[in-house]
């Protein structure tokens, strides 16, 4: 259990002889296989190993027999659900973390190693103007906002992604507007809301009746009369409205909900706003990106996915929390055996924050790669995923029969094959036959999804891999497969 020196360098050289070859295969590499999944899955259950193999038949079985056959989620054809790409920084973090072990639990176990991931949730803080640090550089985001002004020091936590982000922010929420008599709590989302955000309430032991679900506007944002209406019926009702959940992008159509006038509403109503920016939040580090979102900074708490917009592999997620000692109120039990929790403001206990006690060193894989590229290059490379889905949008508009459902208003869009002469039926199959035609040639990976039962295709561009060359190919396996399609009915 123990390799010598030689060995364990022996390892990394090895195994670095595979990735090395494998990440620079990526753009040659087909954007997805996904045909006979299940015979590759069952071909690969094994028997339990009761003695040990060297590792260079295990390299060779993971990058030859298990890795290919997949979605490639870290090339540069990815444009489906919301990509990421998985920078290489992290991984090298990754092994130092898991090399050396720290504990980052508890911040007596590993002070360094807990300031270092401290320091990044407070980097985010600022990347979404929560606190006005007057050290801030000019590249910093915050800005001149009253509530931000004078709100108490904000916190937060990384986890292992937007979902328990989520569900974190809706415990916080929970126990701070109600306590533990919650029964007759409920809370407040659009449809095109992640279903995460379900998920989580019935984690936390909310009835899903208890999850008021708000038709979007035709736009796909929260319609907010509409929500301020069912907020008003449910109280005379006698339900106890707690908190209410926006989007910074969705899934569905990367649509932003109006964020001010959730803030105004939540303030009016006394409920937590929580946003889940997930998909959109850093973008807000872009100058059109944080026009888009404006009044953000103005919830009370907000889901960020590192392992997307930050372009990490995946296991990272952030909330951030404008009060932060509501996130540490909502989850502080202790037990016999634990150190004292640390009560000065500047230092924390991330035990404190979760439901997770032991957890792995997601400061160290957030804190490297943004120590060596610095927050300059994250903001260029999102700006420039903003350009390529403004611009695949205008290509698009101009291809026959080709409709715009859902502009770019960060980099997501969502379009289809509409034509007066075929039902709704038909176009859906039309529209499905596209995207098939589209994903077969290779180049690029697309996902569609339904929006008022209307098969609609989506190009998310969110990996830092995908450039100009990439959004070409799609659009030229796009045309061409419309093209070929349209020539038949
Ligand atoms: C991806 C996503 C989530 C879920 O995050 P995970 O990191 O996959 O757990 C939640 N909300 C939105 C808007 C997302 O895009």
Known sequence: MEPSAEKMREWVNRAMEQIVPYLQSLPDQPAAVWQGGADVARSLRESMPEVGSELEPLLKHLFQQVIPHSLNTAGPGYLAYIPGGGLFHTALADLIADAVNRYVGVWIASPGMVQLESNVVQWFCEVVGYGNDPTAGPGATSRPDTEAATSPNPGGILTSGGSIANLTALVTARRTQLGDDFSRGTLYVSDQIHHSITKAAIIAGLPTANVRVIPAGADFKMDVAR????????????????????????????????????????????????????????????????????????????????????????????????????????????????????????LVDFCNSSAELSRSNRGLRCWLPIKMLGMQAFRNALDEKLDLARDAADRLRHLPDVKIVAEPELSLLAFRIERSDLNLHQLNQLNQSWIDAVNQRGHVYLTGTWLDGKFTLRICVLCFRTHQDRMDLALQDLAASAAELLATV
Request: proline share 4%.
């Open 227 to 346: 929500l301020q209406q069912q907020i008003q019926d449910d109280r005379k009702d006698g339900w106890q409205p707690f908190l209410m959940i926006g989007s910074a992008g969705t899934v569905n159509t990367g649509a932003v909900d109006p964020l001010n006038e959730l803030a105004d509403l939540a303030a009016a109503e006394s409920m937590w706003l929580h946003i889940d920016g997930a998909y959109g939040a850093f973008f807000t580090m872009t100058k059109r990106g944080r026009s888009a979102l404006d009044g953000m900074d103005r919830a009370d708490s907000i889901t960020l996915d590192p392992h997307k917009s930050l372009f990490l592999p995946y296991g990272t997620g952030c909330l951030l929390v404008k009060d932060g000692a509501k996130l540490r109120q909502a989850h502080s039990v202790s037990g016999d055996y634990m150190p004292a929790y640390q009560d000065e403001v500047d």
